[in-house]
């Protein structure tokens, strides 16, 4: 042994003493901590079983006080005194006149089964002035069963359904044969107060807590009485169970080992006696019910205890030993030296890493676990940079899609039109001019129809290739929508030389593009404006470049035409109906608005309508919103038409609520004229306080052209009318401007699906990604999502799958006159 020992050397002997002290104190302190160990266990299992019942205790009276609530509501609950004043007035057994009656029944219990289901309980009755049994409900696995009592030759009939039917039907008997049909008072009770109580019943092995309430007219007199119950059963128990991992169990059979303490007396929980049994604790605490008492018995497996407490000893003497080794530890100036330098080295190799530095640092090398940690530093460093730079990456791929066409990868209509407010501050800076083209493809649509929207999104691609190809770098092209393209021209110093870009782009499209089996002829017509001559800003140059360009197909497609105010034909048109306009704006009986119903994607029901607005001019005829509401807005007439739009409808709404039609919204399309230029706060105050509409009854659709015009204006002005209570939506959302950033600022409700992207869902990917990615950002920013032009099942079931909140769109309705909306909700 002595040579043994003689031969270790220091570490090894060192090691040997420290084993050997550790043994020694373990069997010194084990022997003092056994004894320590299991008095606090026990007292933690009294803790335990006391915190058990004071859950319960908590719990029954959290139980009786949300009774006690749940059924004080009809007190003050008009509607439901009123139908049990009918029912007591009018019941005649012998003379039961079932029309009146069981109609007022039927929703009495379909306001006690909302109620009961609101507070979570399980059975509510009522009994009428006379306490007999008028209705009840009960809750069971497959839904509430619903009761109520009529009479038929003075005998006593029962109608009863399962709250999924939609019939009542008779029934022979109660079935359940624990509800009394005459009313027993228990008002005699210490616990009364103002005709209430809470009582205790046993049932089928579990705890029924009832709270009684009887209602009282204004003189005083009982008119009715109503009870309310939740049942503490096994489905409690065995959650309770669970969350305090203890067995607990609810019996009428007492255990004599022990004293019973009261439940419901908070202050015996500290005296509950604790009995030691022979594989457990026991704990026992009664309740009195109305028929025996009721035993609560908490029961803790010593097993579990027991390997607790095992667990618990070894960590402790484990404990113990880390102390003494590292007490040990601390002496060792040898370890301190070893482990002290590589520590500080890898510290400093960390260091570089926090500060952004991520070369290779100089390893450990002292064949151990510091010197693997050092090299995975570095391995780190490697990792944490190669991620930095996906992440950079990332971010500028996302921000390139988010101002690039997908499908042709060119700039964007976002793009477009900061490239082109740009060019006009430096236009207008240094006195020079600049074009704005405005391209349409002929007859696109007919190449969707026939050949495909594979086959046109090709075309897309080789016409956005091409006409990059005709265009120098310093002019900018970008697609906007569908088959049409912009193209910003800068610095023109002659209109001639913007007259032959054109031409050019023109005849390139007179080589055939080919895809496959296929070859396709496809011309374009291009419409000019020249800032200054045409417009001062963004909208002015591309409207009348769109406009131009649609002159340019009137000659025959495939041509081009720069913007001119001297469109004689444009212009005799469009004061034909400016002065149709005029004249109608006098007595605005030419115009006449139609409702849109808009449906709920749960319910399937209308739950609001939008107004639209239709014109029937006496020179004109019946005139489209697309040709006169731009129209209106230039001229300005669109603020009278608006002001009229907004009483009638409002008007209207409030008809329809005072009819029965309890919508709950009506959806008001408002120009950004209106809100620019006219006083629409004290508009809209003016027409709530006249149709006594409430405000937030009322939503006002924008469009994001009006956002962009001025987007801090616009934020100011629609927050006055939200801070008003008038819901607010953006219309056609994704077709203009859409932008995160003024969703943030912008105090609106609700998103609206432009019909352009439901058009082809869900067979294209494109609109399928739009419609997602709209859908999404409006649950990012919880806003109300609604779609327009929905016209066919599968369109619905994609909303309907994505989490779409409301429709709108021929598939239920076409826009219709007010009589016929009050057919429609009727039918719905």
Same mark, same amino acid.
Request: hydrophobic content about 40%.
């Given at each position: 042994m002595k040579s043994f020992f003689a031969n270790l050397n220091l570490i090894n002997k060192l090691s040997l003493v420290i084993v050997l002290s550790v043994f020694v104190s373990i069997g010194f302190l084990g022997l003092y901590f056994d004894a320590f160990l299991k008095d606090i266990y026990f007292q933690s299992t009294k803790k335990r079983i006391h915190h058990g019942f004071e859950r319960i205790f908590s719990d029954i009276q959290k139980i009786s006080y949300e009774l006690g609530e749940g059924i004080t509501f009809i007190e003050n609950d008009e509607n439901f005194l009123a139908s049990i004043d009918l029912v007591n007035n009018y019941q005649n057994k012998q003379d039961y006149d079932a029309i009146l009656l069981d109609e007022e029944k039927k929703s009495i219990v379909k306001q006690l089964l909302d109620r009961v289901k609101l507070s979570l309980?399980?059975?509510?009755?009522l009994y009428d002035k006379s306490g007999e049994l008028m209705a009840l409900v009960v809750k069971e696995p497959s839904g509430y069963y619903e009761c109520f009592i009529s009479y038929e030759n003075g005998e006593i009939v029962r109608y009863a359904k399962n709250e999924h039917d939609?019939?009542? @039907?008779?029934?022979? @008997?109660?079935?359940y044969t624990h509800i009394d049909f005459n009313h027993k008072s228990y008002y005699n009770q210490k616990e009364v107060i103002d005709r209430s109580a809470i009582t205790y019943h046993y049932l089928n092995n579990e705890l029924l807590i009832k709270s009684h309430q009887s209602i009282q007219n204004s003189a005083k007199q009982v008119v009715a009485h109503i009870e309310m119950s939740h049942v503490v059963g096994k489905t409690y128990l065995a959650s309770l169970s669970h969350d305090l991992d203890m067995n607990i169990s609810l019996s009428s059979d007492s255990n004599d080992t022990q004293k019973s303490i009261n439940l419901l007396n908070k202050s015996d929980i500290e005296n509950t006696n604790i009995v030691q049994l022979e594989q457990s604790y026991l704990g026992e605490a009664t309740i009195a019910t109305q028929s025996e008492?009721?035993?609560?018995?908490?029961? &803790?497996?010593k097993a579990t205890l027991t390997k607790t407490l095992y667990e618990n000893r070894t960590k402790l003497l484990l404990f113990l030993v880390v102390v003494i080794l590292f007490m040990l530890l601390l002496f060792r100036f040898l370890f301190i030296k070893i482990l002290a330098e590589p520590i500080k080295k890898l510290m400093v190799q960390i260091s570089k890493i926090e500060q952004g530095d991520y070369s290779k640092s100089e390893y450990l090398f002292t064949n151990d676990e510091l010197q693997s940690i050092s090299k995975n530093i570095n391995q780190l460093a490697m990792a944490v940079e190669e991620r930095e730079h996906d992440l950079q990456r990332s971010r500028k791929h996302l921000e390139y899609i988010s101002y690039h066409d997908a499908l042709t990868d060119l700039p964007n209509r976002r793009f477009f039109s900061i490239k082109l407010n740009r060019a006009l501050e430096m236009a @207008?800076?240094? @006195?020079?001019?600049?074009?704005? &083209?405005? +391209?349409? &493809?002929?007859q696109f649509k007919q190449v969707n129809d026939t050949l495909g929207h594979n086959v046109g999104d090709e075309l897309l691609v080789s016409v956005a290739h091409r006409l990059s190809q005709s265009?120098?770098?310093?002019?900018?092209?970008a697609r906007i929508g569908g088959d049409e393209f912009n193209i910003l021209i800068e610095n023109v110093e002659d209109?001639?030389?913007?007259?032959?870009?054109?031409?050019? +782009?023109i005849h390139n499209f007179q080589e055939s593009f080919v895809f496959g089996e296929y070859e396709i002829s496809s011309t374009v017509s291009i419409g000019i404006s020249i800032y200054p001559d045409d417009g001062q800003d963004i909208v002015s140059l591309i409207k009348n470049a769109d406009l131009a360009m649609y002159k340019a197909k009137d000659m025959g497609r495939n041509n081009y035409s720069f913007f001119s105010s001297s469109f004689s034909e444009y212009i005799e048109d469009r004061i034909k109906r400016i002065n149709a306009l005029k004249y109608a704006t006098l007595t605005h009986e030419e115009f006449f608005l139609l409702y849109q119903p808009k449906i709920s994607m749960k319910t399937k029901k209308i739950v609001a309508v939008e107004a639209l607005i239709r014109w029937n001019s006496a020179s004109l005829g019946l005139v489209r919103p697309d040709d006169f509401i731009t129209l209106a807005e230039d001229t300005g007439l669109i603020l009278s038409i608006g002001d009229w739009v907004l009483r009638q409808a409002c008007s209207d709404f409030v008809l329809l609520q005072n009819e029965g039609y309890l919508l709950e919204q009506i959806s008001i399309n408002m120009s950004g004229v209106q809100l620019q230029k006219s006083n629409m706060l004290q508009t809209l105050e003016s027409v709530i306080s006249q149709t006594g509409i409430n405000a937030n009854q009322i939503e006002i659709e924008i469009t994001e052209s009006y956002i962009a015009m001025n987007e801090q204006d616009a934020v100011d002005t629609l927050r006055e009318l939200r801070n008003l209570g008038i819901e607010l939506a953006i219309d056609d959302f994704g077709t203009g401007y859409s932008s995160m950033s003024y969703l943030q600022k912008l105090p609106v409700t609700r998103l609206?699906?432009?019909?352009?992207?439901?058009?082809? +869902?869900?067979?294209?990917?494109?609109s399928v990604a739009v419609a997602k990615a709209i859908i999404a950002l409006a649950k990012t920013f919880n806003l109300a999502i609604t779609a327009e032009g929905v016209e066919n099942e599968e369109q619905l079931n994609f909303l309907d799958e994505n989490g779409c909140d409301?429709?709108?769109g021929y598939y239920y309705s076409k826009p219709l006159s007010l009589a016929d909306l009050k057919e429609f909700c009727k039918r719905s």
């Amino acid at each position: 042994m002595k040579s043994f020992f003689a031969n270790l050397n220091l570490i090894n002997k060192l090691s040997l003493v420290i084993v050997l002290s550790v043994f020694v104190s373990i069997g010194f302190l084990g022997l003092y901590f056994d004894a320590f160990l299991k008095d606090i266990y026990f007292q933690s299992t009294k803790k335990r079983i006391h915190h058990g019942f004071e859950r319960i205790f908590s719990d029954i009276q959290k139980i009786s006080y949300e009774l006690g609530e749940g059924i004080t509501f009809i007190e003050n609950d008009e509607n439901f005194l009123a139908s049990i004043d009918l029912v007591n007035n009018y019941q005649n057994k012998q003379d039961y006149d079932a029309i009146l009656l069981d109609e007022e029944k039927k929703s009495i219990v379909k306001q006690l089964l909302d109620r009961v289901k609101l507070s979570l309980n399980d059975e509510i009755m009522l009994y009428d002035k006379s306490g007999e049994l008028m209705a009840l409900v009960v809750k069971e696995p497959s839904g509430y069963y619903e009761c109520f009592i009529s009479y038929e030759n003075g005998e006593i009939v029962r109608y009863a359904k399962n709250e999924h039917d939609t019939e009542y @039907k008779k029934c022979d @008997k109660m079935r359940y044969t624990h509800i009394d049909f005459n009313h027993k008072s228990y008002y005699n009770q210490k616990e009364v107060i103002d005709r209430s109580a809470i009582t205790y019943h046993y049932l089928n092995n579990e705890l029924l807590i009832k709270s009684h309430q009887s209602i009282q007219n204004s003189a005083k007199q009982v008119v009715a009485h109503i009870e309310m119950s939740h049942v503490v059963g096994k489905t409690y128990l065995a959650s309770l169970s669970h969350d305090l991992d203890m067995n607990i169990s609810l019996s009428s059979d007492s255990n004599d080992t022990q004293k019973s303490i009261n439940l419901l007396n908070k202050s015996d929980i500290e005296n509950t006696n604790i009995v030691q049994l022979e594989q457990s604790y026991l704990g026992e605490a009664t309740i009195a019910t109305q028929s025996e008492n009721v035993n609560f018995m908490i029961l &803790l497996d010593k097993a579990t205890l027991t390997k607790t407490l095992y667990e618990n000893r070894t960590k402790l003497l484990l404990f113990l030993v880390v102390v003494i080794l590292f007490m040990l530890l601390l002496f060792r100036f040898l370890f301190i030296k070893i482990l002290a330098e590589p520590i500080k080295k890898l510290m400093v190799q960390i260091s570089k890493i926090e500060q952004g530095d991520y070369s290779k640092s100089e390893y450990l090398f002292t064949n151990d676990e510091l010197q693997s940690i050092s090299k995975n530093i570095n391995q780190l460093a490697m990792a944490v940079e190669e991620r930095e730079h996906d992440l950079q990456r990332s971010r500028k791929h996302l921000e390139y899609i988010s101002y690039h066409d997908a499908l042709t990868d060119l700039p964007n209509r976002r793009f477009f039109s900061i490239k082109l407010n740009r060019a006009l501050e430096m236009a @207008k800076t240094y @006195k020079k001019k600049v074009a704005v &083209l405005f +391209l349409d &493809l002929d007859q696109f649509k007919q190449v969707n129809d026939t050949l495909g929207h594979n086959v046109g999104d090709e075309l897309l691609v080789s016409v956005a290739h091409r006409l990059s190809q005709s265009l120098n770098n310093n002019d900018t092209l970008a697609r906007i929508g569908g088959d049409e393209f912009n193209i910003l021209i800068e610095n023109v110093e002659d209109i001639k030389d913007v007259e032959a870009i054109v031409q050019a +782009l023109i005849h390139n499209f007179q080589e055939s593009f080919v895809f496959g089996e296929y070859e396709i002829s496809s011309t374009v017509s291009i419409g000019i404006s020249i800032y200054p001559d045409d417009g001062q800003d963004i909208v002015s140059l591309i409207k009348n470049a769109d406009l131009a360009m649609y002159k340019a197909k009137d000659m025959g497609r495939n041509n081009y035409s720069f913007f001119s105010s001297s469109f004689s034909e444009y212009i005799e048109d469009r004061i034909k109906r400016i002065n149709a306009l005029k004249y109608a704006t006098l007595t605005h009986e030419e115009f006449f608005l139609l409702y849109q119903p808009k449906i709920s994607m749960k319910t399937k029901k209308i739950v609001a309508v939008e107004a639209l607005i239709r014109w029937n001019s006496a020179s004109l005829g019946l005139v489209r919103p697309d040709d006169f509401i731009t129209l209106a807005e230039d001229t300005g007439l669109i603020l009278s038409i608006g002001d009229w739009v907004l009483r009638q409808a409002c008007s209207d709404f409030v008809l329809l609520q005072n009819e029965g039609y309890l919508l709950e919204q009506i959806s008001i399309n408002m120009s950004g004229v209106q809100l620019q230029k006219s006083n629409m706060l004290q508009t809209l105050e003016s027409v709530i306080s006249q149709t006594g509409i409430n405000a937030n009854q009322i939503e006002i659709e924008i469009t994001e052209s009006y956002i962009a015009m001025n987007e801090q204006d616009a934020v100011d002005t629609l927050r006055e009318l939200r801070n008003l209570g008038i819901e607010l939506a953006i219309d056609d959302f994704g077709t203009g401007y859409s932008s995160m950033s003024y969703l943030q600022k912008l105090p609106v409700t609700r998103l609206k699906i432009d019909k352009s992207f439901i058009d082809d +869902l869900p067979h294209s990917q494109e609109s399928v990604a739009v419609a997602k990615a709209i859908i999404a950002l409006a649950k990012t920013f919880n806003l109300a999502i609604t779609a327009e032009g929905v016209e066919n099942e599968e369109q619905l079931n994609f909303l309907d799958e994505n989490g779409c909140d409301e429709i709108q769109g021929y598939y239920y309705s076409k826009p219709l006159s007010l009589a016929d909306l009050k057919e429609f909700c009727k039918r719905s």
